[in-house]
């Protein structure tokens, strides 16, 4: 039982910044090199730490594959051999 003044966080809460620890630093590492991709299960807190780390390394952009405008530039840049 969680007492009055304790804050009770949420599984969903711990899960996110776990994975902000174990893998962010990778990511960031990986994008001074190369592309990185991130997958994962629904409502694991990708999106949140892409964005956090696009904000903070320089020339790095996010692509979203769920936005139809977003995966066509991707699929044209493949198409085109520059992926």
Do not use: C, H, Y
């Not at 899960?15 to 174990?22: D, P, T």
């Not at 994008?31 to 956090?52: D, H, W, Y």
């Amino acid at each position: 039982m969680v007492g009055s003044n304790q804050r009770r966080l949420s599984s969903r809460t711990r899960w996110n910044g776990r994975v902000k620890r174990i893998i962010g630093a990778g990511v960031r590492r990986d994008l001074e090199r190369k592309m990185v991709f991130v997958s994962g299960p629904r409502q694991a807190g990708k999106t949140t730490l892409a964005a956090e780390i696009t904000a903070r390394v320089p020339g790095a952009q996010m692509f979203n594959w769920d936005v139809l405008a977003e995966r066509r530039v991707l699929l044209a840049a493949v198409a085109k051999g520059r992926l």
